[in-house]
């Protein structure tokens, strides 16, 4: 894919993006840029022209503005955890890359308004970890945490692990401060609750992907922190025994359940192959795993009590096979690591076709044995390893390779395999992209999943916000 409706910047507008960040800001060499130009699986390799490292809003506003004049094409980037190639430019090399991570600052706490005011390059784990200073709660957790920056996980709708109790990142959002393409700088750092004023524009911005306007700083809501928080991992028989359990989970905690997670043996073994220090929680082999996570306001020995209450009830009816509840907070977090290794471990077997997509959850057992069926046909002996986020309906159904096959011959056909298993989600009434975005990796597909109607209001949206194209062009639309 390439991005050639840009010319190359000259050396007297480089010179100028250079003088606006300074010259230590201002990355040119291939050796210093080479970090800004892949994503982590090295899916997606890129050229820049540059690497500008902007310190204030002051600064992004004038690359902006710059850039406009030049008509410069710009793409932004968070932490570069970006599963799509969204935050990674083509390999022409005529794009500036416009990299968020200095502006790294907390602004504000207002612990008794709950809200929490940060830069967009903090990363994900220090907005947790001040809010938690704060005796509150930041619920928007990802696996890559410690290195995802919250401007980016904006600008993509990230969703993670406490979507079913929390919501995506734009339910986490009360205000935002955005650059726009000309350079012009949106402040709309407000804490309001309550604002029927028109437009809700902070969520044009949010899982825009950098197509709209540069997202510099965010408002967030924070929660009162739990008293409790309970961790169990369950051998269930089958998908839908899981989502049984699922269902009484919910009757008994209602918003208490705060992770509901689905995992494939198959992914487990994976794991325990190849995570140093993994170990199988449970004495027997399941088909099928649940990760349950209830987060309280009761006292731990109340919640533990209620949790153990739960489990004991779904293995007298047959929902749960064996359980283990976490005794302490690391044996939690170990619980925990089994599951945010998953994505990470399939690499040490060969290549793996990954899919991010959403189903009704009532559907998943049929999609799951749907989706099974086609790939054995398509690929014999490949390895479906799905898991994910049962509660919300969001599944990751890797590929991986068959035992011993080429790598590079599975990898060719990864359109292949990807169009049989959107169309089984299209017929589930389902998405193609549940929580990674469009990026790269989907823009041809979104027509097929869009209305006309749709499409023609996001491009002209585009038109609005960005007439001369330069904002991540080539991503999304």
């Known amino acids: 894919m390439k991005n050639s409706a840009f010319a190359m910047p000259g050396a007297e ?4 993006f250079a003088a606006i960040t300074g010259e230590r800001h201002a990355l040119s060499d291939p050796a210093a840029m080479a970090p800004y130009l892949s994503e982590w699986r090295d899916k997606y390799v890129g050229r820049a022209a540059m690497v500008l490292r902007p310190g204030s809003v002051e600064e ?3 690359i902006l503005a710059l850039a406009n004049d030049r008509r410069v094409a710009i793409v932004p980037q968070g932490g570069n955890t970006g599963l799509v ?48 200073e704060a005796g509150r709660l930041f619920p928007l957790s990802l696996g890559s945490e410690g290195s995802c920056q919250i401007g980016g996980n904006l600008a993509t709708n990230a969703g993670g692990v406490a979507v ?19 350079g012009r700088v949106w402040d709309g750092l407000r804490s309001l609750r309550k604002d029927n004023t028109g437009y809700d524009l902070k969520q044009l911005f949010v899982g825009s992907e950098g197509t709209l306007g540069i997202i510099t700083a965010a408002v967030l809501k924070l929660r009162p922190r739990p008293r409790s928080r309970e961790t169990a991992f369950a051998g269930v028989k089958t998908p839908r025994a899981a989502i049984a359990l699922l269902q009484r989970a919910q009757e008994d905690f209602g918003a208490g359940v705060t992770s509901f997670e689905l995992m494939a043996r198959i992914g487990l073994d994976f794991t325990l192959r190849h995570l140093a220090g993994a170990r199988d929680p449970l004495n027997e082999k399941w088909p099928w795993y649940v990760l349950l996570e209830v987060s309280s306001g ?25 359980v283990f509840l976490a005794q302490s907070q690391a044996q939690g977090e170990a619980l925990w690591r089994l599951r945010t290794a998953m994505s990470e471990v399939q690499k040490h077997e060969g290549g793996s076709i990954k899919h991010d997509v959403s189903v009704p959850v009532a559907a998943i057992p049929e999609f799951l044995e749907q989706a099974g069926k086609q790939i054995e046909e398509l690929v014999p002996g490949a390895r479906p390893v799905p898991f994910g986020h049962l509660g919300d309906g969001n599944l990751h159904y890797n590929v991986s390779q068959p035992e011993g096959a080429d790598k590079e011959a599975f990898l060719a056909r990864w359109e292949e395999v990807s169009a049989a298993i959107h169309d089984l989600v299209a017929g589930h009434n389902g998405s193609i992209s549940a929580e990674h975005g469009i990026g790269r990796m989907k ?19 585009k038109r609005t916000f960005d007439p001369r194209g330069i904002l991540n062009p080539g991503k999304l639309l």
Do not use: W
Request: hydrophobic share 45%; glycine share 10%.
């Open 443 to 461: 823009r041809d597909l979104l027509p097929g999943v869009k209305s006309v109607v749709e499409m023609e209001m996001m491009r002209a949206l």
């Open 60 to 62: 992004v506003s004038q």
């Open 298 to 322: 009761d006292s731990q020995e109340t919640a533990r009590r209620r949790v153990e209450a739960l489990l004991y009830e779904a293995m007298e009816a047959g929902e749960a096979g064996d």
């Open 164 to 182: 079913l109790s929390f919501g995506n990142a734009r339910e986490q959002v009360l205000g935002l401060e955005v650059v726009l393409a000309d």
């Open 85 to 132: 190639g969204g935050q990674v430019p083509f390999e022409e090399g005529n794009e500036v890359v416009v990299s968020l991570g200095r502006l790294n600052r907390i602004l504000s706490i207002d612990a008794q308004g709950n809200t929490l005011t940060a830069q967009a390059g903090c990363t994900l784990a220090a907005i947790q970890h001040a809010a938690q």
């Open 13 to 16: 507008t480089l010179a100028r």
